[in-house]
């Protein structure tokens, strides 16, 4: 069954920290990974997306990494902000009945604290 | 913002009450979508819909109605809903649906959380 689970569930940082996010996938086959990041109250936005052959790609204090082989995926936040409090979603697409089909993992609820 | 635009952001009904969500995008893409997003749990696909033809309908129960009149809206028709149906309701586009090997990417709209009493 093509599922995509994530931890921590939660997690709350102080400002300035570091902090990384996991993403584990039993998606088979495999198109893509994205990173999404869903502010309380809004739609999900994309932070990143990688294809198989890449094991890492950044977007400002963002950084995702990707193990196909392990098929595990991690969201590495540096020097977290306020701004930074919210849900990031894993989101895995995969290859079914002829087209991609998007999984979605439950996210992960982080607050950055002052 | 994304281009994508939903209404009412909020909404509250009785189980025997009929309402409508709308959903709009501006961004000329043929592809659009509805989730429901329920606490602590994934996005579920409710309904996939490409050039105004539905093209996906994940066992959603009838009382959830879509329409899709052309590929700049999408609404979704509300009857009969229980207390389960509570949710957050997402609407989304994409270029095209997603197809083979090419996956196009989706934008949301902000969601209309409803809630049912």
């Known amino acids: 069954k093509n599922q995509v689970e994530q931890s921590p569930q939660s997690l709350i940082i102080l400002e300035g920290k570091n902090c990384t996010l996991q993403c584990n996938y039993t998606v088979s086959p495999f198109s893509n990974l994205r990173w999404y990041k869903q502010d309380t109250g809004r739609g999900p936005v994309s932070l990143t997306i990688m294809t198989f052959s890449e094991n890492t790609k950044s977007n400002g204090r963002y950084t995702a990494t990707l193990d196909a082989d392990t098929k595990q995926s991690s969201l590495h936040i540096t020097a977290s902000q306020l701004s930074d409090s919210a849900s990031y979603i894993c989101v895995v697409s995969g290859i079914s009945g002829g087209y991609n089909k998007l999984i979605f993992g439950a996210g992960t609820r982080l607050a950055v604290h002052p | 913002e994304t281009g994508v635009t939903q209404t009412p952001r909020h909404l509250v009904m009785g189980m025997t009450n009929k309402k409508s969500l709308k959903c709009e995008q501006h961004l000329g893409h043929n592809a659009m979508y509805w989730y429901k997003q329920s606490a602590k749990k994934p996005l579920e696909l409710m309904f996939v819909y490409s050039l105004e033809e539905r093209v996906e309908n994940n066992s959603v129960p009838s009382r959830f109605s879509p329409e899709c009149p052309n590929s700049s809206h999408l609404f979704l028709h509300l009857h009969t809903l229980q207390p389960e149906d509570s949710a957050l309701y997402l609407c989304?586009?994409?270029?095209?649906?997603?197809?083979?090997?090419?996956?196009?990417?989706?934008?949301f709209g902000p969601g209309t959380r409803l809630t049912v009493t």
């Open positions: 989304a586009s994409s270029q095209e649906i997603t197809t083979g090997t090419r996956s196009y990417e989706q934008y």
